[in-house]
């Protein structure tokens, strides 16, 4: 069983940053599949930014330019910097791994940005 913590979250107000890690139980290495997800109240859980095996990152248009999700392999942790944070980006965020799916999830960190 892969456990995922995610921590950094916090209040923090608009134009603020917050970076969130999450620590993984395991290697990190060995998993295809690593990302970032949000989920507001009343609303679907989205996608904030996917990490491919090779490194690569693809991020929601809604955080493009202002996220950079990353990883520590040495440490078997993700990170996900968050610059110029706006209200529409306060969410529940989770981050997730799996060798083909995302199969294993963190209990998810509240993020908070006020005006």
């Known amino acids: 069983q892969v456990q995922l913590v995610e921590s950094g979250g916090g209040l923090v107000q608009a134009g603020g940053s917050l970076r969130l890690s999450c620590a993984a139980s395991?290697?990190?290495?060995?998993?295809?599949?690593m990302g970032w997800f949000r989920q507001a109240p009343g609303k679907q859980r989205e996608l904030v930014a996917a990490?491919?095996?090779?490194?690569?990152?693809n991020y929601a248009d809604s955080v493009k330019g202002r996220f950079t999700a990353s990883t520590d392999n040495a440490k078997n942790t993700l990170h996900l910097q968050m610059n110029s944070l706006k209200p529409e980006d306060t969410a529940v965020y989770y981050c997730?791994?799996?060798?083909?799916?995302?199969?294993?999830w963190g209990q998810g960190t509240q993020v908070t940005v006020s005006s």
């Open positions: 997730s791994v799996g060798p083909r799916a995302y199969d294993y």
């Open positions: 395991g290697s990190i290495f060995r998993f295809n599949v």
């Open positions: 990490i491919t095996s090779s490194g690569n990152t």
